[in-house]
């Protein structure tokens, strides 16, 4: 409760005053008193004529008042957007979650949806502006779609940091927001998670213990403390005395804002000007500078706790076994949707550098690797439907005299129309042996959902001729000596679907992926971390496979081994360690996720039911 002159949200209900434009009591919405042949009497249910005028004044006040806090937020946004590759600065990610936390503290639900959004979209927009290939239009409807998450994580802030201990409510509530927005629509995009933007940070070894979750839960905690120590920092500002019931800390209460509900009620600044009720409003207000510190000093240390905390993290690495491993970069003619070329022109590019290397091991220049890794896509043509392409693959595989993980499209044995998206392990004497098929197709890129009716009115969408079909098995194979388990593409960003070829048995991963649609963007850059966490979150070593580039060996620890360049021909070869032991988010599986999400939103149907309680207490 503020200090100085009763405001209307002072006033017990019966005695405030009208709001702006409205009837006051004896009076029609016109004007003059209502009486006997003056109008319709109150309740006859006659409408009041529109206050246009007030209403457009309202809407104009409320623009002025929203639109530096909109413009703090989206600021805050693009600050988080550069926490990612190809940029790279992962300490903004810190501040753009305190500042996410300070913009929506003591708001209602309606205004922090409004923030988050307004954080959201310049976020997601920044993060995903290599979707520009297929044109901005989709860049800017995924980003909207996106955002509306981030919207909903704004009124959750808004509603917990009423709460004691609300920067623990706010960490819950960012894994919550990326629970839902890892499933939902159509399976979810994981893009933009906390956790791969700062895999450069002491946070990576946390994926150990919690996988990305966890390291979301300390990104967001370390951000939301700091948040909390710039609000104690701020007490030392001169400004006006508060003396009265309002709290102990000025600030509406023990540890909170003005206000106690999660009611969509306006802030206070919206109520008439105030003045204290004691003193001048000019005299500064005193604060005693050692207790103010102390209440800075813990948020801060926590923060720095939460960050330090992955140093003390075992993350293992010592091998079981090793396998010798080369993986073929062949390029792609150019980037862009029409990376393709002419048919047989990728699937060349490959062999003709596995032959490459098969001279370079008779001259005995390299090693003769255990086995050979191409990337997604490698054939662009279906080696069982085009015998040229299956004897391409034979050559390449019998001149190197191992297996080769290919890439390739299938299509579908009993579904007419329909291509599955497969890595195939290929025998230099047997041939094609065993198979993963794509388990997660990405929406309206190898698939469209509701083709009928979107493609009639989206024409680029025709330009995906087939739907892909998704395959329901993990991608777990023997290669050779060892026991890969592959994940195509997108899917490394998928938490159950890494950790379900990982307790299946893999004992290194392999990403196959094509990229060359999206070269030179920052997606490649923008993946390529997340085989770094995954290395970390399952204690193996993660091989990246890329038709155009970045193909990486990234080693259990999550240092990247060797690597190669974008739209580049080559082949990179290591010796790749396998492990058998799981790491204890292995074991752990999604419970932290859950727990951490359902302890989010129960934070937040204990801000609402407080609330409620509060009014009905100023009510009696």
Avoid at 168 to 176: G, K, S, T, Y
Avoid at 192 to 219: D, E, K, M, N, W
Avoid at 294 to 319: D, I, K, Q, W
Avoid at 422 to 448: C, L, M, R
């Amino acid at each position: 409760m503020h200090s100085g002159p009763a405001t209307d949200t002072d006033r017990p209900s019966g005695d405030r005053p009208p709001a702006e434009g409205a009837a006051e009591p004896g009076r029609s919405a016109a004007g003059p008193a209502a009486g006997p042949g003056a109008g319709p009497a109150a309740g006859s249910g006659a409408a009041a004529v529109p206050d246009h005028p007030g209403r457009l004044r309202r809407t104009g006040r409320l623009v002025r008042r929203e639109a530096p806090r909109s413009a703090l937020a989206a600021v805050s946004g693009l600050g988080l957007a550069l926490a990612f590759p190809p940029y790279d600065l992962w300490p903004l990610a810190l501040l753009a979650v305190a500042a996410l936390s300070l913009l929506t503290r003591g708001r209602t639900a309606r205004q922090g949806a409004w923030t988050g959004f307004a954080f959201g979209l310049p976020f997601f927009f920044v993060l995903l502006r290599w979707l520009h290939v297929i044109g901005y239009d989709a860049v800017f409807g995924l980003s909207v779609i996106e955002a509306l998450f981030l919207s909903a994580l704004g009124a959750g802030l808004a509603l917990t940091s009423r709460l004691p201990l609300w920067p623990l409510w706010a960490a819950c509530l960012w894994v919550a927001e990326e629970w839902a927005r890892d499933r939902l629509p159509l399976g979810g995009f994981p893009w933009g998670r906390l956790a791969f933007g700062v895999t450069g940070s002491p946070y990576l070894p946390l994926a150990a213990l919690g996988g990305a979750v966890l390291v979301t839960f300390a990104v967001a905690l370390s951000g939301a403390l700091l948040g909390s120590a710039a609000l104690a920092a701020a007490r030392l500002r001169p400004g006006p005395p508060r003396t009265g019931p309002e709290g102990r800390n000025g600030q509406g209460g023990p540890d909170g804002p003005d206000t106690v509900d999660g009611s969509d009620r306006p802030d206070r600044s919206d109520s008439a000007e105030e003045a204290p009720r004691t003193g001048s409003p000019f005299r500064p207000r005193v604060v005693p500078v050692r207790p103010v510190l102390r209440s800075a000093v813990p948020p801060t240390a926590l923060a720095l706790a939460a960050a330090l905390a992955g140093y003390a993290v075992p993350v293992p690495t010592e091998p079981d076994d090793t396998a010798r491993i080369a993986v073929v970069q062949g390029n792609v003619q150019q980037p862009g949707m029409d990376f393709l070329g002419r048919p047989m022109l990728i699937l060349n590019n490959h062999v003709e550098a596995t032959l490459d290397l098969a001279r370079d091991v008779e001259a005995g220049r390299e090693q003769r690797p255990d086995l050979v890794i191409w990337p997604e896509n490698a054939s662009d043509l279906d080696p069982f439907r085009y015998p040229e392409a299956g004897a391409r693959m034979d050559e390449a595989a019998r001149a190197v005299g191992v297996p080769i993980l290919v890439g390739a499209l299938v299509d579908h044995p009993t579904k007419e129309g329909y291509v599955e998206n497969q890595g195939i392990v290929w025998d230099p004497e047997t041939g094609p042996g065993a198979s993963y098929t794509k388990q997660h197709p990405v929406p309206f890129g190898e698939y469209v959902p509701f083709r009928d009716q979107l493609s009639k009115v989206i024409t680029r969408l025709q330009r995906v001729p087939r739907d892909f079909y998704p395959g329901d098995t993990t991608g777990v194979l023997q290669t050779g000596p060892a026991r890969l388990g592959d994940v195509i593409c997108f899917e490394v960003a998928y938490d159950e679907i890494v950790r379900d070829t990982v307790n299946a048995g893999a004992r290194a991963l392999v990403i196959q992926t094509n990229n060359a649609t999206y070269g030179r963007t920052g997606q490649p850059e923008q993946q390529l971390v997340m085989s770094r966490l995954r290395a970390v979150e399952h204690g193996r070593a993660v091989v990246t496979a890329a038709t155009s580039g970045i193909s990486a060996v990234v080693r259990p620890d999550g240092v990247i081994d060797k690597r190669t360049e974008e739209f580049t021909r080559d082949v990179i070869t290591a010796d790749l360690p396998l492990r058998d032991d799981t790491t204890v988010a292995d074991r752990m599986g999604a419970a932290p996720e859950w727990v951490l999400a359902i302890v989010g939103l129960l934070s937040c149907a204990a801000a609402i039911a407080l609330g409620r309680r509060g009014r009905t207490d100023r009510r009696g």
